[in-house]
Each structure stands twice: as structure tokens, then as C-alpha cells.
């Protein structure tokens, strides 16, 4: 099963950017079993591996903004480290990690799909203001991701569409790198407190590998605007059966 989510979400991962968190986690949980905390330090790891990889590729073509990043960077990195000790000592329930998971899951869906259907412009918070605004919201951000291991790719993608007048792939670009970062950071925190299944890391890892290679060579055949809708639709479904199940155990 482990081989599967590896391959599945790697897949999605090359298709569209986004995934690694906001999917892992969930399928973690709710088809293997694993403890909330370990399904985290896990999916942080395996994010790690596969978003260092594509933020490569976008590095060698110079297709993300240095200056954005560092002000990413710099309320992202505190943030997940503080999340990642919070989850660890707070020893949050299984029904509760579920929930939380559940309604992050279907909100950050659900407010992607309304900036893609209204085709809504960037709202640009001025060159002045950015290097205040982006470390702040960044640093929210961190806490989730170090907290459940969501945020990294989705959040940071809205929130740069949301404030900046970067291009798609720049944004993309500067969405992986930073999720790279964080990632590793977590995962490295997570691993150290024990919250990492090797196992299912090692088989999400091989599966993964297929997936991304199977997604690079069938990219330029699929519609992305389309395939994009898909997901976060998917996601929606994922995230209501999370609130539910969390509410009914």
C-alpha cells in the first residue's frame, strides 16, 4: 500500500505542483494506520525528497524569485520548527489530528478552486509592505506544515497567486524550494523525536520514483488547467471524509 500512495502522490506531485502534504498525511492515516504524528514526520520526508528533486529542476532553469523566497524563508523556517516540537509534546489524538487535517484539507481546496474559477487577479500588497507581509503569513504557514505537514505547496501557491505579480512558474518554482526547506527541516525534527515509520518511507520513496517519472513523460499530453480542477475536486471529497470520520470515531 505504502508502494501505491508513493506512486500516486508523486504522480500528482509532477503533474500539478501540489500534493505532497495535503496528501500524504490523510492517506497515511486513514489507509495504513499510522500514528497522526508519525504519518507527519513520514510525509514530511518523503516531501522533502521528491519537492528537492523538482525545485532542482526549476533552479537550473532560474524559474523561482530569490527575494521572495528569502522572505518565505524567514517566518517559514522558525514556524515549522515551533510546529514541529508543538506536535510532538501536545500528543494530539488520532480523532482530533483527523479532524484538523479534514478541515484544512477542504477549505484550502475550496478556496483554490473559487481563485481558479473566478480567474481572479494577484492582489498586490506593494513592493514596501511585501517583505512584512510575506514573512508574517509565512510563519503560519510553517506552524501547519510542522504541525501536520500540510501548507508547504497549496498555501504558499494561493498566497503568492494572492500577492505577488510573479509568473505561474515562478510561483511554482518558489513553492517547491520552499517546501524543499521547510520540509527537510520538519522531517529532521520529526525523525530526531522518532516520528518517522522507515518502512513506509522506503516504500512510498520507490513508489514515488515511478510516479514522477511517469508524470514527466505524459505532461505535455494532459491539460493542466483541467487536471488542476480534478485535484483539488479530489481533494474536497478527501477532506470531507477526514471531518467526518474525525467527528464520528
Same mark, same amino acid.
Given at each position: 500500500m505504502d508502494l501505491l500512495i508513493g506512486f500516486f502522490v508523486a504522480f500528482l506531485i509532477g503533474l500539478t505542483g501540489v500534493g505532497a502534504g495535503i496528501l500524504t498525511t490523510?492517506?497515511?492515516? !486513514?489507509?495504513?494506520?499510522?500514528?497522526?504524528?508519525?504519518?507527519?514526520? !513520514?510525509?514530511?520526508?518523503?516531501? !522533502?525528497?521528491?519537492?528537492?528533486?523538482?525545485?532542482?529542476l526549476y533552479i537550473s532553469k532560474g524559474l523561482y524569485n530569490k527575494r521572495i523566497l528569502l522572505y518565505l524563508c524567514s517566518g517559514g523556517l522558525p514556524g515549522v520548527l515551533i510546529g514541529s516540537l508543538c506536535v510532538n509534546r501536545l500528543g494530539v489524538?488520532?480523532?482530533?489530528?483527523?479532524?484538523?487535517?479534514?478541515?484544512?484539507?477542504?477549505?484550502?481546496s475550496l478556496v483554490n478552486l473559487y481563485f481558479y474559477a473566478r480567474g481572479l487577479k494577484p492582489f498586490n500588497v506593494g513592493h514596501r509592505n511585501v517583505k512584512y507581509f510575506l514573512p508574517f503569513v509565512s510563519l503560519l504557514i510553517g506552524l501547519e506544515v510542522g504541525f501536520s505537514s500540510i501548507g508547504s505547496g497549496v498555501l504558499v501557491e494561493l498566497l503568492l497567486l494572492s500577492t505577488t505579480n510573479m509568473g505561474v512558474s515562478h510561483v511554482v518554482g518558489t513553492s517547491l524550494i520552499f517546501g524543499f526547506i521547510v520540509s527537510l527541516l520538519g522531517g529532521v525534527v520529526h525523525f530526531s523525536l522518532g516520528n518517522v515509520d522507515t518502512?513506509?518511507?522506503?516504500?512510498?520513496?520507490?513508489?514515488?520514483?515511478?510516479?514522477?517519472?511517469?508524470?514527466?513523460?505524459?505532461?505535455?499530453?494532459?491539460?493542466?488547467?483541467?487536471?488542476?480542477?480534478?485535484?483539488?475536486?479530489?481533494?474536497?471529497?478527501?477532506?470531507?471524509?477526514?471531518?467526518?470520520?474525525?467527528i464520528e470515531r
Amino acid at each position: 500500500m505504502d508502494l501505491l500512495i508513493g506512486f500516486f502522490v508523486a504522480f500528482l506531485i509532477g503533474l500539478t505542483g501540489v500534493g505532497a502534504g495535503i496528501l500524504t498525511t490523510p492517506l497515511l492515516v !486513514t489507509l495504513i494506520d499510522l500514528e497522526p504524528k508519525v504519518a507527519v514526520g !513520514t510525509a514530511l520526508i518523503f516531501a !522533502t525528497a521528491i519537492k528537492g528533486y523538482a525545485g532542482f529542476l526549476y533552479i537550473s532553469k532560474g524559474l523561482y524569485n530569490k527575494r521572495i523566497l528569502l522572505y518565505l524563508c524567514s517566518g517559514g523556517l522558525p514556524g515549522v520548527l515551533i510546529g514541529s516540537l508543538c506536535v510532538n509534546r501536545l500528543g494530539v489524538d488520532k480523532n482530533t489530528m483527523m479532524l484538523i487535517l479534514g478541515i484544512l484539507v477542504f477549505t484550502t481546496s475550496l478556496v483554490n478552486l473559487y481563485f481558479y474559477a473566478r480567474g481572479l487577479k494577484p492582489f498586490n500588497v506593494g513592493h514596501r509592505n511585501v517583505k512584512y507581509f510575506l514573512p508574517f503569513v509565512s510563519l503560519l504557514i510553517g506552524l501547519e506544515v510542522g504541525f501536520s505537514s500540510i501548507g508547504s505547496g497549496v498555501l504558499v501557491e494561493l498566497l503568492l497567486l494572492s500577492t505577488t505579480n510573479m509568473g505561474v512558474s515562478h510561483v511554482v518554482g518558489t513553492s517547491l524550494i520552499f517546501g524543499f526547506i521547510v520540509s527537510l527541516l520538519g522531517g529532521v525534527v520529526h525523525f530526531s523525536l522518532g516520528n518517522v515509520d522507515t518502512k513506509v518511507l522506503i516504500g512510498l520513496t520507490l513508489g514515488g520514483i515511478g510516479g514522477a517519472l511517469l508524470a514527466l513523460k505524459i505532461l505535455r499530453f494532459l491539460p493542466q488547467k483541467e487536471l488542476r480542477y480534478g485535484l483539488l475536486v479530489f481533494l474536497l471529497v478527501i477532506g470531507g471524509f477526514l471531518v467526518k470520520e474525525g467527528i464520528e470515531r
